[in-house]
């Protein structure tokens, strides 16, 4: 957690929105997420209110209270990415990483890890499999159809009209039926197997009876019409979908409708969660100093909806011990904890991982809110990502390091990237990469406001994240978007 007042370099965009949040509730918080908030007349500047000051845009060199003079004048000193965890925080600056090299780093320590560990294949049941990758091709394991079947509701003919039906009644179902001879008819059902020697199927409107029974086409039949023959989809055997496909719902019904009771996947990589501090309550209202940790509830399902099986959330307090112990006997494929990021006296996460010799991969990413994210290697297979406590720093962290991770170890695809115009300008950070929550609407994203890195207000009413790069996006000018993993898939889809 962090002591009260340790921290006069506190990002003061933070206490600028928390302002404006301050006037908007006033206003009795009549206001829709798109909607703009009436300035205050802030005592601070923040890199993403510069709207209100309009000559502070795209001012490089003034001095934000929590940049480093070195990335002021945009040196990169990024140098080794990979290091031990005992550096000071002035010294994490300078080592920030750029926001998609993060990213990218991300990726490849999972490659590297599922190298190492060879991560082998699972047998799993059809209504376990959504969200997973296909770890063998999909292969048919019977023709489809399997036998050749009525497409519409009718009387199944063969040779040409008139045509004398048969009394035996519907075929429907699986029965099986005697062969037809040329001028005979039999009534069948959709989807029904259809007689031997059959030669085409009349459509019920498409056929009369007369007085003496005979059925009679009121317009041509074509030989083989709505007969679905068998193998018509495909042939046993035959490549249907690729290793690696995504199972999606229709993947489910295609691989049931072939034969599968159970599919060849990856398995999902396993997480656990460490959520840190001593100031977390798990239920009611905030009281003494105490607030609600927002992270516990919002980091498990987001996680499954990256491809994961969260195997435990743990509350750890502020306590290095337990810390230690749980870092040092986890057993999962990946350690999320949130908070103790920072060096505050409490923040025990870098010097734990300099005590267990943890690598760090990551040590800080140019990116706002969430810069003191991190990412290390706990063993040749095992990595550890360490989210900020704030809880839209927290978010950050998911979407930079976690998503890329996860989406590797699981052999998901990236997310085709993709851009849209901005509804209203997006202010950027003078040097790093800013994720601003937007709500898609018709072509364009709206930006929207309450994103201080202590908020989840405006990430609540979010479809996406704009991708704002130094120096900010005009109204109407592009931006890459990051979708949120339930705005197209929809929460069922996503979270089972
Ligand atoms: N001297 C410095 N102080 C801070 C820096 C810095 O560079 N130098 N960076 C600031 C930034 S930016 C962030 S983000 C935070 C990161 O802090 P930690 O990861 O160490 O997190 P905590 O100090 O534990 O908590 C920060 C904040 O978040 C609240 N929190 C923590 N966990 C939860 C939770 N599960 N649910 C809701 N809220 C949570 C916590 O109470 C604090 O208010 O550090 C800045 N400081
Ligand atoms: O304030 Mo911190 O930008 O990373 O949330």
């Known amino acids: 957690m962090t002591p009260r007042g340790t921290r006069a370099d506190e990002d003061a965009e933070d206490l600028d929105v928390e302002e404006v949040l301050a006037l908007v509730n006033e206003d009795n918080g009549h206001h829709t997420p798109g909607d703009h908030v009436p300035a205050p007349t802030p005592h601070t500047t923040g890199p993403d209110q510069p709207d209100r000051h309009p000559s502070n845009r795209h ?31 002035s010294d994490r600056h300078h080592k920030a990483t750029p926001w998609s090299e993060a990213r990218e780093l991300a990726a490849r320590a999972a490659l590297a890890a599922t190298r190492a560990a060879g991560r082998a294949p699972v047998s799993v049941p059809l209504d376990a499999a959504l969200g997973l990758a296909l770890a063998a091709p999909l292969t048919a394991l019977t023709d489809l159809p399997s036998f050749d079947t009525s497409a519409m509701d009718g009387w199944a003919i063969a040779g040409p009209g008139p045509w ?22 039999v009534r069948i059902a959709t989807g029904a197997r259809v007689p031997p020697d059959t030669t085409a199927v009349l459509r019920s409107e498409h056929g009369r009876t007369d007085t003496k029974g005979q059925l009679h086409a009121t317009r041509e039949v074509q030989p083989g019409q709505d007969i679905r023959a068998r193998g018509q989809e495909c042939r046993i055997g035959d490549h249907l979908l690729a290793m690696g496909t995504l199972v999606t ?73 337990a810390l230690h112990k749980a870092l040092t ?10 908070g103790g990021t920072a060096a505050g006296p409490v923040d025990h996460v870098h010097p734990t991982l300099h005590r267990i010799g943890a690598e760090l991969l990551v040590d800080g990413v140019k990116v706002r809110p969430g810069h003191p994210m991190l990412l290390a290697r706990l063993k040749e297979h095992q990595h ?28 998901r695809p990236a997310p085709e990237p993709y851009t849209l115009p901005l509804k209203d ?21 709206v930006p929207l406001h309450y994103h201080g890195p202590a908020m989840l207000r405006g990430m609540a009413a979010a479809d ?33």
């Not at 006997?329 to 949130?338: E, F, G, P, Q």
């Open 59 to 89: 001012t490089p060199d003034r001095q934000q209270p929590d940049q480093p003079t070195s990335d002021r004048h945009g040196t990169d000193r990024r140098g080794a990415d990979r290091h031990t965890a005992d550096r000071s925080t």
């Open 164 to 185: 004398d039906v048969r009394e035996e009644g519907v075929l429907a179902g699986h029965a099986e039926a005697e062969p037809l001879t040329d001028g005979e008819a």
């Open 249 to 321: 719902p229709a993947v489910l019904g295609l691989a049931a409708a072939a034969g599968y009771d159970t599919l060849t996947a990856v398995p999902r990589p396993r997480v656990e969660v460490l959520v840190l501090g001593d100031e977390l309550l798990t239920k009611g209202l905030p009281h003494d100093g105490l607030i609600r940790d927002a992270l516990g509830p919002m980091l498990p399902p987001w996680l499954r909806a990256l491809g994961a099986e969260v195997t435990a959330v743990r509350r750890l307090g502020d306590d290095a011990k």
């Open 329 to 338: 006997t986890s057993r999962a494929d990946l350690v999320v904890t949130t």
């Open 384 to 411: 550890l990502v360490g989210l900020p406590g704030n809880p839209l720093a927290a978010v950050s962290g998911l979407l930079t390091l976690a998503e890329p991770l996860l989406r590797t170890l699981a052999a």
């Open 425 to 445: 300008a997006a202010h950027g950070h003078p040097y790093d990469t800013r994720l601003i929550p937007v709500v898609l609407r018709g072509d364009h994203a």
């Open 464 to 496: 996406a994240v704009a991708v704002v790069p130094p120096g900010g996006v005009r109204a109407g000018q592009e931006a890459e978007l990051l979708d949120l993993p339930w705005a197209l898939a929809g929460i069922e889809v996503c979270f089972t």
